[in-house]
C-alpha cells in the first residue's frame, strides 16, 4: 500500500465522522440541540448575474448542498470584489470571491478574511464598439466611460490603470456601472467604453459581442506602469481571437481567490477546499475559469494566508 493511497484512503474513510461532528459542532454553538438543528447556512458573495464569480459560486453552492449534510448554501449577487471582502469580513457571508489587489498588501495580525484558494486570473476587459473612437486607452481621454460598479474589483483597477496613465480626476467622464448596465449602455450609445475585469470568457461581454460589433482594446503596455505604482500582482495575459470573435489583445490581469470568514470551524473549511479541488471538473462546466484550477496553484494565495482548515487539507492532499 503506497503512502499517497494511505493518506488519501483515510481521509475519505474519515469524512462522514467528520460531516458528522461539523455539523453537531456548529448546532451546538448556535444553541440548537435538538434533533431538528438548523441546517449550517454557507452564503457566497459572487457579482454580477453574468458574471464569472456568478457561475462559479451557483457551481459551488450546488455541490455543497449535494455533498456537506447539514449545510444550506446559496450565492448573494453583489458589486464583487470590494464588496464581497467587507460582506465576509462582517461575518454576512461566509465565502466570497475577491481579486487580488482589493486585498491590503500587509494583512493585519489578525485578519477576519482568509483565503481558501487562489482560483484563476481575472482579466481586465476594456470594451467598445468596433467603430467607435475608443481604439486605445488614450482615446478615453473626455469621453463617457464606466469604470465598473462601486464597491468591484473593476473600479480599483481601472481607477489605478486611469491613474498611471494621467487620466484620472475629471480627464475621464466616469461612470459606475456593473457589467449588465454597462453593455447597455454601450449598446444604446449613452457610454463610449466600460472596464470589466473577469476570467475568460465573461458571459456579459460574450452575448455583447454576438449581436454588436465590439472591440477589446489592448492594455499589455499598462502592466509594468501598474506594477511599478500598485505592487507586483498585475501581470499579463493574452484574450485570444477564440474567446469573443475580436481582434486579440494582450491585458492587464491579477488572480483572484476565493475567500473565507477566519472565524469559520476548520473542519468546514477543509470540506470546502476537498470539494473546491475535487470537483473541478464540475466547477468548469459552470464556467471556464474555474478548470483551471490545481492545488499546486491554489496555495499562492499571498498576501493573504490561508484558513487552517484549507492549508490542512492541502499538505494532507499532496502524494
Given amino acids: 500500500m503506497s503512502r499517497s493511497w494511505s493518506v488519501r484512503g483515510r481521509r475519505r474513510a474519515a469524512t462522514p465522522l467528520v460531516l458528522l461532528m461539523l455539523v453537531t ?31 462559479f459560486g451557483q457551481s459551488l453552492a450546488a455541490i455543497l448542498n449535494r455533498e456537506l449534510p447539514g449545510v444550506r448554501a446559496s450565492v448573494v449577487v453583489t458589486a464583487a470584489s470590494a464588496q ?11 465565502l466570497g470571491f475577491s481579486q487580488a489587489d482589493v486585498l491590503p498588501t500587509a494583512p493585519p495580525e489578525h485578519p477576519g478574511v482568509l483565503a481558501v484558494a487562489r482560483v484563476y486570473d481575472d482579466l481586465l476587459h476594456l470594451v467598445a464598439t468596433a467603430n ?6 488614450a482615446d478615453l481621454r473626455g469621453r463617457r466611460v464606466s469604470v465598473g460598479a462601486e464597491g468591484s474589483g473593476t473600479e480599483v483597477t481601472a481607477t489605478r490603470l486611469l491613474d498611471v496613465a494621467r487620466l484620472g480626476g475629471d480627464q475621464v467622464r466616469q461612470e459606475h456601472l456593473g457589467l449588465d448596465d454597462s453593455v447597455a ?25 454576438a449581436t454588436t460589433a465590439v472591440r477589446i482594446v ?28 475580436v481582434a486579440p489583445v494582450s491585458t492587464v490581469a ?5 475567500i473565507v470568514r477566519a472565524d469559520l470551524p476548520e473542519a468546514l473549511v477543509r470540506e470546502v477546499t476537498r470539494l473546491l479541488m475535487e470537483r473541478r471538473a464540475e466547477l468548469a462546466a459552470a464556467h471556464p475559469a474555474a478548470g483551471r484550477m490545481s492545488p499546486r496553484s491554489a496555495i499562492a494565495t499571498t498576501p493573504l494566508p490561508l484558513h487552517p482548515g484549507a492549508a490542512d487539507w492541502y499538505r494532507a492532499s499532496k502524494p
Fill in 132 to 137: 467607435g473612437p475608443v481604439r486605445t486607452l
Fill in 254 to 258: 491579477n488572480p483572484n481567490y476565493l
Fill in 25 to 55: 459542532v456548529l448546532a451546538g454553538v448556535g444553541g440548537c440541540r435538538d434533533e431538528r438543528a438548523e441546517p449550517v447556512r454557507i452564503r457566497i458573495a459572487t457579482g454580477s448575474p453574468t458574471a464569472v464569480y456568478h457561475a
Fill in 185 to 209: 449602455a454601450l449598446r444604446a450609445g449613452r457610454i463610449d467604453a466600460f472596464f470589466f475585469s473577469g476570467g475568460l470568457p465573461v458571459r456579459g461581454v460574450e452575448e455583447l459581442a
Fill in 218 to 245: 489592448d492594455l499589455g503596455e499598462w502592466t509594468e506602469p501598474l506594477r511599478r505604482g500598485y505592487g507586483q500582482v498585475y501581470v499579463t495575459r493574452d484574450v485570444p481571437r477564440s474567446v469573443y470573435g
Fill in 84 to 94: 464581497n471582502v467587507r460582506l465576509v469580513g462582517s461575518g454576512e457571508a461566509e
